[in-house]
Every structure is written in C-alpha cells, then in structure tokens.
C-alpha cells in the first residue's frame, strides 16, 4: 500500500525552507508517540524512532507514549508486542505511558477502541468530509476495467470517479438509509477536495505540498467495522494530545491525507507537528534496509532475535549477537542525526542533552556494521569488569566454566581490550578456564628450538621460584632470566604466549601467569614444552 502510494504520488518539497530550526517547542507538553504495529518483530528502523522519540520527549520533559496499531488484523502476529516492549526495555528506552505501562489513554491498543473510531467516521460523514460507498468488489473492479479500457491504468477512487459510484453522494438520503437498515456492506471514505494544495512543514523535510488530484478518497472505516491506519492514527494522536509525530520516511506519502483529515475534524489548531525520519539503507548503499539483509550480509537488523516458524522468518538479534544496549542506542541515535561536534561516544542521558530535531538529516543513513561493532568495543572497554562477568556468566556457565565472580571478573579485565562481542569474552578464552584445547602449531614449528627447551626448563623453574606471583613481579623475573642469558624477547615471548594460550594472540604473558597462579603456570609450561617438541621432532 505504501509502495503504490509512492508510484502517483509526487512530493513537492520547497528548496526554501523558512521554518527549519526556528521552531520552539513548548517545554511544558510535549507529548509523543511511538506507534508500531505489531506484525513481527520490530526493525532496527523501528527502534530508531522509537529511540528518536524517547529522547526528544526527555529532552524536552515531555512524555514519550507508546500505541500498538493492531487494527490490521491479518497482519497481527502473536508475540509481537511483547517483543516490542522488551526491545525497548532492553534499550533502555521505555515509554512512559502506553499499552504495558498504563496512563490517562487508555486502553492503548486500538483494537480495544473500535467504538471511537466508528463515532469519529460518523462525525465525518455527518459534517460532509466523509461519505459512505457501497460498491461491492465486483463493481470496484468493473470500474477499474473501464478506466484501463480507456487508457486510464491508475483508477483511483477520487474526485472525479466518485461521482460515478454508489456512494452517499450521490444516492438519495432514502436510499442510503434503506441500504443502511439492510445491512449492506459499505465503507467510510474520506471526501478528498477537488483541485487544491494541501501544506504543511515537516520539522526535517521543510515545506511539503500535495496536490489532491494525486490523493485518493482514502477509506476510513473498513466493511468489517474496523478503521484504516489513516483514521486511527489521526484520531488517537487527537485524543491522546500528541504534539509531535516523529516517524519513518515511508509515511510521508500519508501526511497529505492525514492533513485533510485533521481539517475534517476541525482538529487544526491542534495539529501535531510533523517530522519524517530519513530512510536506513544497506551497508551497501544500495536501497532500503530490509529484514532480509540481515542474512544477505551476515549482520543482525533487529535488536532481539525472533524465532518463528519458518528459518527465513526468524532473525537474530543485537542482543544475542553479544552487543551491549548502549552500544546500540548510540549507533542507532547516529542513523541519521549527529551532533555537529566531533563526539561520537554518547550516553543516553547525552544523547538526551544533544539532541534536536534540526540536526536529523534529510538524506538516507548507511547501517555501517563495522560502525556497530566499533561501538561495541568502546562500551565493552567501558564497561566496569564486575558488570561484564554478570553478562557472560551464563555464557560460561553454558559452556562448563565452574568460577568464581572474582576470577570470571579477572578473565573480562584481561579480554575486553581485544572483544568486539560479549561473547568474545569467553569463546576467546577457552584456555583461561581450562587447558589449552588448541595448538597453533604452524606458528610453534616456526618458532620452537627442541635444543632450547633446557634454557626454557630453567626459566619455568626461575618462575616456579617467584614468591610474588603478580603480573608485575613475573615481568621482572623473566627479563632479568633473559638478560643474563643474553636472550631476546622475540625468541622467549612468543613460546611463553604459545604455551600458556595456545594462540598468538590473547591478553599480555604475565598477565595471564598472575591469572593462573604459580602450579597452573608451571604445569602448563612443562606440558607444552613437550608438545612442541612433539611438533618440530
Ligand atoms: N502503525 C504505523 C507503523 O507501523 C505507525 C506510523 C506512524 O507513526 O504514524 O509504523
């Protein structure tokens, strides 16, 4: 629906743009919504405006809501708004009034509000603005062939073809009524006027004209008696006296008829203002991010996973990709605002400071993953040692590690510095609860001399001897051992590393003695010794 909107709508946007960045909100009742339908799991796009959202609200004291728009109920899909709410609440972005939290609104799911939304379309048709059409599908279609026949394959139900339908136009109030008392099937239509501009000034975007040849009559009320997106939408951020709509790109085409139907209700004063979000793209660049990507370029796009049925229908999450909220919130608060500053590393409560409307972009925003990642790693380096081991503690525990908190918090001191994910912090180091699993062999047999391993057996019995077994302590040991023995760091480090982690890489050599404790590390070093003679022999 949104696409074709797309194809015959033409936006004009006015290059000058006079009201950008002078408008002052009013300070004592901000009010906004995030209003998500609950049809999966919710898109890292949607949680960027939801982000936006909350941090204009909290910016201005203001009140961040949160509406599930649920009215379409093909789409519903079951766990939906659960998700929702534990998205947010993981982001740490939580709604102050709203379905799941309560408030004067309620309820805040509009399928509990069917009743408003009828009362409203009434209202609509009994002030002239709406009308109700009894067209059955049939003659939808026959109408749409006659268009196509003469050369017209757009039909839109509108000004001009309208006057052709059976509507309550152009029936007699009698017939209207008898069709009514039948109970025939009808919608509500919203009477689009003929051969005007409609305006308004979206805070990002500028001017925005459409003209209403290119609007179609828009239903309202549905033949089951539900209300279209367009009337819940509008009557709810009425009632719920929402003073800005923040929201995606893609409903930009609607605002036109949203206009038109704030002017029905004679609600214009009250009008929300309007700021439209710029589209996410995909790493590449090329068009919309959409939930498919995820796969296609082997990054998370949506901030939890979700499991349904089908494996093309399920994704992973940020969250069990092993990202941290707040390296989240920050790289998503990024797509598509930015400070003007040089600051990139932004708490929520600085990015609640910072940020404004007037420095949201107009043009689409590049979800760069390495950007993401990057993020990760400042905030896992950041992050308290104590906090991490909290995290990974049942990732340890699921891989076996039976530790203490304060040696799992010893383990994160030494790994953050080289983690991009949480995970990272005990995948990578396997070696530091157990014994070494994996050699790397091609490097030992580079490296390892079977004619050194009596100068290595003394400096592993010059270890052993150590009294203080601090990091600090060990470095001081083995230089004064390699110095006396006119050896180089680059023929001892390296085996010492080997022996220890298995690995080249991991946290510094003494370090991980002070880690291990004197038997740990003497034992590890004979027992490696002897595979490496194993490997070069
Ligand atoms: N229910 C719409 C959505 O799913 C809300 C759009 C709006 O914010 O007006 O995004």
């Not at 909290?58 to 899909?77: A, M, S, W």
């Not at 920050?330 to 797509?335: D, I, P, S």
């Not at 994160?412 to 995948?427: I, N, S």
């Amino acid at each position: 629906m949104v696409a074709s909107a797309y194809q015959f709508l033409s936006i004009l946007i006015n290059p000058h743009q006079p009201q950008i960045g002078s408008y002052q909100p009013n300070m004592s009742n901000i009010r906004v919504r995030f209003a998500p339908s609950p049809t999966g799991a919710l898109h890292i796009g949607g949680v960027r405006t939801a982000l936006y959202n909350y941090l204009f609200a909290k910016k201005h004291g203001g009140t961040f809501v949160l509406r599930i728009e649920d009215t379409d109920q093909g789409r519903y899909v079951p766990g939906a708004e659960e998700y929702i709410l534990e998205a947010l609440r993981w982001c740490g972005i939580m709604p102050s009034e709203g379905q799941g939290i309560g408030g004067p609104h309620t309820p805040y799911r509009q399928s509990e509000r069917k009743v408003i939304y009828m009362q409203h379309a009434l209202n609509l048709v009994a002030n002239g603005t709406a009308y109700y059409a009894f067209d059955t599908p049939e003659e939808l279609e026959a109408a749409r062939g006659a268009a196509a026949a003469a050369g017209n394959h757009n039909f839109k139900y509108d000004a001009i073809s309208r006057k052709a339908m059976k509507t309550s136009l152009n029936l007699t109030a009698d017939e209207v009524q008898r069709r009514l008392d039948a109970g025939e099937h009808y919608v509500i239509r919203l009477k689009v006027p003929e051969n005007e501009t409609v305006t308004f000034t979206d805070l990002i975007r500028g001017e925005v004209s459409f003209h209403t040849s290119e609007l179609d009559d828009k239903v309202l009320m549905k033949s089951d008696g539900m209300p279209t997106y367009h009337l819940a939408n509008i009557v709810d951020d009425h009632l719920m006296e929402i003073t800005h709509v923040i929201r995606g790109e893609e409903w930009l085409p609607s605002t036109g008829h949203h206009v038109l139907l704030y002017r029905a209700f004679g609600w214009e004063a009250t009008k929300p203002q309007f700021s439209h979000l710029p589209l996410i793209l995909r790493p590449d660049g090329k068009g919309k991010l959409s939930k498919r990507d995820g796969a296609k370029f082997g990054m998370p796009v949506f901030p939890l996973s979700w499991k349904a049925d089908t494996p093309e229908d399920s994704f992973d999450g940020f969250r069990e990709s092993g990202f941290l909220p707040e390296a989240v919130v920050n790289f998503l608060a990024f797509l598509g605002w930015n400070p003007g500053t040089e600051q990139e590393i932004f708490s929520l409560d600085g990015l609640c400071e910072a940020f404004s409307i007037e420095k949201i972009s107009k043009s689409g925003a590049r979800f760069d993953f390495e950007k993401a990642k990057w993020y990760n790693q400042q905030y896992l380096h950041a992050t308290d040692d104590a906090e991490l081991a909290r995290l990974v503690r049942p990732l340890a525990e699921a891989k076996g590690y039976q530790v203490t908190n304060e040696y799992l918090t010893k383990v994160c001191h030494l790994m953050k510095g080289r983690a991009t994910f949480l995970p990272d912090l005990v995948e990578q180091s396997s070696y530091l609860f157990g014994d070494v699993q994996v050699f790397d062999n091609e490097n030992i047999a580079k490296r390892w001399k079977p004619e050194s391993r009596p100068v290595f057996e003394a400096l592993a019995d010059h270890v052993k001897a150590q009294s203080s077994f601090e990091a600090a302590n060990l470095e001081a040991a083995v230089k004064e051992f390699m110095a006396e023995r006119g050896l180089k760091p680059g023929e001892v480090m390296p085996m010492l590393r080997l022996s220890l982690a298995g690995t080249m890489q991991g946290p510094g050599v003494f370090e991980m003695m002070e880690l291990l404790g004197n038997d740990r590390t003497v034992e590890r070093l004979a027992m490696a010794f002897s595979h490496f003679d194993a490997i070069v022999k």
